[in-house]
């Protein structure tokens, strides 16, 4: 027989080959339903009511229609830098954008096509966070610098992503004075002493030396007001204790408070820690590598392919052979 | 006469059965596993509290820095275990020091051994780098040095310095109790668990006071005294590779 | 005089040792940068320190049992006609395990105490045992091969003293093969071992696995004799082969593979009762995950079932080709069965936390130098027997027949007077 008479013979092997591999991958991992895949957050809360609920009360859920970010914005001529990062997908070519607010798919994205089977990735890291909150307005070049970035602790250990306020111990409210208890939780040895101490009589806790939060307030919108931020670096500093001891301070012939806060400006930067190097895990997954259904048919149609072109003369003889029903006599020697 | 052929081949048919034969008896003495580690003087052991233990990872740090471990093996990581109510739990996971070691049974060369008092060893100047043990450890806790760790540690502090020699690459290494600090808090008549200089780093660096470390041949040591009181657990007690450090649960109580 | 390449006075055999020369002299480079650089360049891991070059060991040491099986029947059960089948076993023997201990050199983390297994002892230890087997095993391959080097003309003639001491080793061939088959016997299975005795991994730890490696290994082995006898027969005049012996070994592992089957089917079924950790999931890998193709077509279906029908049905055992096609597939699913077994095993990651345990997965794809210095191995196999083949007359059936009448003749010769 030809040569192209045995390739199309070999094709049709290479074709039952790789469609029955096909069936077979395929029958062992079924599709799920798909899911409508929109992104306004309307089709998660289906499911998870509770962390919508406190998403949509929170700044991220309001984060386009507070009326503090409306006013302003609206004042400034609703400029689309705003929106990168007060709305979810804002494309600065086209104007458009995927969602009003922060919604779920800022965060957790790209959705997996089988949910729930698959989890919704999360970033856990604060380059998430970051990627609206590194503003430099909002300080966080200081979170770098203290103790807990370098001991790897992201945002999310202390903040609640989904209402944008800050973590609970179990029992106490959403207020300023919680964030102190947050402290606490880790920082038991401190604890078993302070509370004894004149600055504990005095009401100061910890977030206003280590956040730079003033005492006896409670309002926090007096100092973090539009994109500001208290210092995350933790470490108080010179004018920390000056906020309120500045006129105990001693410094020769001039303004106790103006002489502390020159050193302090001139250069006093917090005690450089050593900086612990993240430990590498070599990767796993909870699945494992997903077959792929159309590489191993496409695999099953190579064999097939190889399989015809050697079955193919044999099987010619034989259809000759059904057909005449006599012995083919010219029939080559194997 | 008779024919020498077939003497010789039932000679030879009788002689394989019987070397087959003794090879296979000798097999099956050797593969047994060795025996498990005398239980007679000190037993040295580990008791992580859970309710304590807050994942801060110092544990980790001072280990890495005590033993000029480099920054890409990890001897006691700290895992995630869940949660009790509102507060996550954590689990520091040192070497296990089995009594009945996979890890000891299956080194070709015997580079891994059993101390009397319990700490699983590694003679790094004898191991060859297969990595058999590092697959047979069911705890993970074995680590290779796939390449020579040559530059600064940058976990080691200006002010101190590590306790032991730095691994060469090509071996495989793990978490040893701080033998050296132990060792060495004996010969200056101190006691393992209660002075911190002879107490393995971990157990001396954890701010929270989670972790005991102490002889459990002795009823008087803190870990003796600690595991009669409290319920523990070991992990995969299963397997029964007889490991020695010990779990106290987080429970709703006390976390 | 015109200068030209001689492109067209390019022997196929030079061709031949020139694409080898290229692919050895790539697998050396590779091998140097491991051995300067250190392991981390290749992709294994704490979670996977094992891959290729471990696949590629033990498929070695697989495809070399030919010897062992062929020598046996050969001296202890008196099948003296497969004589010339077990000298070219015996000879692929001894690459191979010399490929084996190239590909472990490169892949202990400290090449320069390869020898330690032999002077610090662990009795315990099966890699041990497997060590020390291989060491003895690899002594008693290059005494028995002594015969077929002495065949090497350039020895005959400028020592043939020395050609004709070595020639007479033959003479303990029977010694030396009950030896071969008790080193053999336990290490061939010893390797399936290393892996049966770990309980940290679940899916390994079976007793059966130790059979499984050892009757794939005698199928593969003796079928890579076959095979390789047969190609070169049909490749170069140097080589000669007697048919009807070569069908009598095709007959044999087509029922080895029957037996192989049995065991496999009986292995594979018994591990999808009851669900346990890390052994469900690892038959899952090989069933439905990722090395499920390999699994099902290049172990089950073409490694063993295609080959057991083409070698137990005639005609297409005596058709050259299909005999052939037969035989590599046996080869090609032993070496499928090695790796399979050592990926699915340390891919299951078991987590020891408390509570019921739970499986991630962890991956591997060799990386270009693994890949490099993994086909410089091979290629050097390759390149030891297709010398062996054109100067010490590896393959030739004709020639012990010769051997063997010239003894018979001398026996006769009287006395002298």
Redesign the interface.
């Given at each position: 027989m030809s040569k192209l008479e045995r390739l199309i013979i070999a094709v049709m092997f290479a074709l039952l080959a790789a469609g029955v591999?096909l069936a077979a991958?395929q029958a062992?991992?079924p599709q799920p339903p798909q899911p409508t895949n929109s992104i306004t957050g309307d089709s998660c809360v289906a499911c998870h009511k509770d962390i919508y609920d406190t998403w949509q009360g929170g700044a991220h859920g309001q984060s386009l229609t507070d009326p503090v970010f409306a006013e302003a914005w609206n004042a400034q001529g609703k400029p689309g830098a705003c929106l990168v990062c007060h709305a979810t997908g804002y494309d600065p070519a086209t104007g458009e954008l995927k969602a009003e607010g922060v919604v779920c798919t800022a965060c957790h994205s790209p959705i997996p096509t089988n949910h729930p089977t698959d989890n919704m990735p999360i970033d856990a890291s604060p380059n998430l966070c970051g990627r609206c909150h590194s503003d430099p307005r909002f300080v966080t070049e200081n979170w770098k610098l203290s103790a807990h970035y370098q001991r790897s602790m992201t945002c999310s250990v202390c903040h609640d992503p989904h209402s944008a306020g800050m973590k609970s111990v179990a029992g106490a409210i959403n207020t300023r004075a919680d964030a102190s208890d947050l402290c606490a939780n880790c920082h038991k040895g401190v604890m078993q002493n302070f509370p004894t101490s004149k600055h504990a009589e005095a009401g100061v806790t910890c977030v206003n030396c280590h956040l730079g939060f003033n005492v006896g307030t409670t309002d926090i919108t007096d100092f973090v007001s539009a994109h500001k931020a208290p210092d995350h670096s933790f470490v108080p500093t010179l004018a920390t204790c000056n906020k309120c001891h500045a006129n105990q301070m001693h410094a020769p012939g001039e303004s106790v408070a103006a002489a502390a806060i020159a050193i302090e400006e001139s250069g006093g930067t917090p005690t450089p820690l050593p900086t612990p190097v993240a430990t590498p895990i070599?990767?796993?997954?909870?699945?494992?590598?997903?077959?792929s259904p159309a590489?191993?048919a496409g695999?099953?149609g190579l064999?097939g392919l190889a399989v015809g072109m050697?079955l193919s003369p044999w099987l010619e003889r034989l259809y000759r052979r059904m057909n005449t029903g006599r012995m083919n006599t010219t029939g080559r020697k194997? | 006469m008779s024919n020498p052929k077939v003497d010789?081949?039932d000679f030879?048919?009788i002689?394989?059965i019987g070397?087959?034969a003794l090879?296979g008896a000798q097999?099956i003495r050797?593969?047994?596993?060795?025996e498990p580690t005398p239980s007679g003087g000190r037993q040295w052991a580990m008791v992580v509290d859970q309710s304590l233990c807050n994942g801060c990872g110092y544990c980790v740090m001072a280990c890495r820095a005590h033993n000029d471990v480099s920054p890409e093996i990890t001897w006691n990581p700290v895992?995630e275990?869940?949660q009790v109510g509102d507060k996550k739990i954590y689990?520091p996971?040192p070497c296990m020091q089995c009594s009945q070691a996979?890890c000891v049974?299956?080194?070709?060369?015997?580079?891994s051994y059993y101390r009397p008092d319990g700490i699983v060893m590694i003679d790094y100047d004898?191991?060859?780098?297969?990595?058999?043990c590092?697959?047979?450890?069911?705890?993970?806790a074995?680590?290779?040095?796939?390449?020579?760790f040559t530059e600064q540690n940058p976990a080691v502090p200006e002010w101190g310095q590590p306790e032991v020699a730095r691994r060469p690459?090509?071996?495989?290494e793990k978490c040893a109790f701080c033998y050296q600090r132990i060792d060495r808090g004996l010969a200056l008549g101190m006691t393992p668990g209660v002075d911190p200089d002879a107490t393995p780093a971990c157990v001396v660096v954890c701010p929270v006071g989670a972790r005991f470390f102490g002889d459990l041949n002795d009823p008087g040591s803190n870990v003796s005294k600690l595991l009669k009181a409290r319920t523990s657990?070991r992990?995969?007690a299963d397997?029964?590779t007889g490991p020695r450090v010990y779990?106290l649960s987080a429970t709703e109580e006390n976390a | 005089m015109k200068i030209r390449p001689k492109l067209s006075k390019l022997s196929p055999w030079l061709a031949w040792l020139i694409g080898l020369g290229v692919v050895i002299a790539a697998g050396v480079g590779a091998g140097l940068i491991v051995f300067w650089?250190?392991?981390?360049i290749t992709h294994?891991?704490?979670?996977?320190?094992?891959g290729l070059w471990i696949t590629i060991d033990l498929s070695s040491i697989a495809v070399s049992a030919g010897a062992f099986s062929l020598c046996?029947a050969v001296?202890?059960l008196?099948l003296k006609r497969f004589q010339p089948v077990a000298r070219t076993a015996t000879f692929i023997g001894l690459i191979g395990y010399s490929m084996a201990l190239l590909t472990l050199l490169m892949?202990?983390?400290?090449p320069d105490?390869?020898w330690?297994?032999v002077v610090?002892?662990?009795?315990?230890?099966?890699?041990?045992?497997?060590?020390m087997c291989v060491t003895l095993y690899l002594t008693v391959l290059v005494l028995e091969s002594l015969p077929i080097f002495a065949q090497f003309e350039w020895l005959k003639m400028r020592w043939p003293k020395l050609a004709e001491k070595m020639s007479h080793v033959h003479h303990y061939a029977?010694?030396l093969a009950?030896?071969g088959?008790?080193?053999s016997?336990?290490h061939q299975s010893?390797l399936g071992?290393?892996y049966g005795?770990?309980?940290?991994?679940p899916f390994w730890y079976r007793p059966d696995i130790s059979v499984l490696f050892i009757i794939s290994a005698v199928a593969g082995g003796m079928a890579l004799t076959v095979f390789a006898s047969m190609l070169s027969a049909r490749l170069t005049r140097r080589a000669s082969v007697d048919d009807g012996l070569l069908d009598r070994v095709a007959y044999f592992i087509g029922w080895t593979l029957v037996l192989y089957l049995y065991f496999r089917f009986w292995d594979a079924l018994s591990m999808t009762y009851t669900y346990q950790p890390g052994r469900t999931?690892g038959l899952?890998?090989l069933t439905?995950?990722?090395l499920?193709?390999n699994f099902w077509?290049g172990e089950i279906l073409?490694g063993i079932v295609t080959p057991m029908i083409l070698l137990l049905y005639r005609p297409t055992r005596t058709?050259q080709?299909w005999r052939m096609?037969a035989l590599a597939l046996v080869v090609g699913g032993v070496v499928a069965y090695r790796w399979d077994t050592n990926i699915s095993g340390?891919?299951i990651?078991?987590s020891?936390?408390?509570?019921e345990?739970t499986v991630?997965?962890?991956?591997y794809v060799p990386s270009l130098i693994e890949i490099l210095s993994g086909a410089g191995v091979v290629a050097f196999g390759l390149l030891a027997f297709s010398l062996g083949v054109r100067y010490l007359k590896v393959v030739n059936h004709s020639l012990t027949v010769e051997e063997h009448e010239n003894r018979k003749v001398e026996a006769k010769k009287p006395a002298p007077a």
């Open positions: 591999t991958a062992q991992t070599p990767l796993v997954t909870s699945q494992p590598a997903p077959v590489g191993f695999l099953a064999l050697v194997k | 010789r081949r030879l048919k002689t394989a070397v087959t090879a097999v050797r593969a047994e596993a060795s895992l275990a869940g689990l996971r996979p049974d299956v080194c070709p060369v015997k580079a004898r191991c060859i780098g297969c990595r058999y590092e697959v047979a450890c069911p705890y993970g074995r680590a290779f040095n796939w390449k020579a690459r090509g071996v495989v657990y992990l995969r397997m029964g779990y | 650089k250190g392991l981390w294994l891991t704490d979670l996977i320190p094992w046996a001296y202890l008196g892949d202990i983390g400290r105490r390869f330690y297994a610090y002892w662990n009795k315990h230890s099966l890699l041990w045992e497997v060590t029977p010694y009950v030896i088959l008790g080193l016997m336990l010893s071992a290393v005795v770990l309980k940290a991994r999931e899952q890998l439905q995950g990722p499920s193709f077509v073409l058709s080709l096609v340390l891919m990651v078991l020891y936390l408390p509570g345990p991630e997965y962890a991956h």
